[in-house]
C-alpha cells in the first residue's frame, strides 16, 4: 500500500471464454482526461529509465504484456512498485520522482498521460526535484 496519493488500481475483470478484455476510461478508473499516450517495448536487459518527475502530467502505467518495476520517491517515502498484470495500473502522480527497471523482455509499458509531451514540464534534476516538492 502507498502512503502518497500515487496508487496501484486494479482494472475488473471482463472475461468469458474467448478471454480477457480490460478497460481503462478518463474520469472513472482514471482521474484524468488523456491527452497522449505512449509504451516503452523492446526494453535492452539491465536498463533502468524514468530518472524524473513533473510539474503537472498525471499518468497510469500498466504492463500490457510481461512486467517491471517502478520505483517511488515522493521526498517522504521511497517505494517499489510491481507491474506484473494487464490489470494492475499505478496511478502516477507529478510529485513523484520514478524509475522504471527489471523489464521482463515481453514487457510492453503502456502509458496513459494527462498532458501532451512538453519537456519542461519535466523536473530531471534531483536537487531541483527536492527543492520543488521537499517541503
Ligand atoms: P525519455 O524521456 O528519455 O524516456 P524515459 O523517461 O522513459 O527514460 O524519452 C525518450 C525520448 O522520447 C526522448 O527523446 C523524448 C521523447 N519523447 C517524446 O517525444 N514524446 C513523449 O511523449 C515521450 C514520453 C518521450
Redesign the pocket.
Not at 49 to 52: D, N
Given at each position: 500500500m502507498l502512503v502518497s496519493s500515487s496508487k496501484i488500481v486494479e482494472i475488473g475483470e471482463l472475461g468469458d471464454e474467448r478471454g480477457y478484455l480490460a478497460v481503462l476510461e478518463q474520469n472513472k478508473l482514471l482521474p484524468f482526461e488523456i491527452n497522449?499516450v505512449?509504451y516503452?517495448y523492446k526494453t535492452s536487459p539491465g536498463v533502468r529509465?524514468?530518472?524524473?518527475a513533473h510539474y503537472k502530467t498525471r499518468q497510469a502505467l500498466v504492463c500490457v504484456s510481461g512486467a517491471c518495476k517502478v520505483y517511488l520517491d515522493n521526498t517522504i517515502r521511497k517505494t517499489d512498485v510491481l507491474l506484473d498484470s494487464p490489470r494492475k495500473v499505478l496511478i502516477l502522480e507529478p510529485s513523484d520522482w520514478h524509475e522504471?527497471y527489471d523489464f521482463s523482455p515481453d514487457c510492453v509499458l503502456l502509458v496513459l498521460?494527462s498532458h501532451l509531451?512538453d519537456p519542461e514540464d519535466y523536473i530531471r534534476d534531483y536537487d531541483q526535484f527536492l527543492e520543488v516538492y521537499g517541503g
Open positions: 497522449r505512449f516503452i529509465r524514468g530518472f524524473h522504471m498521460a509531451y
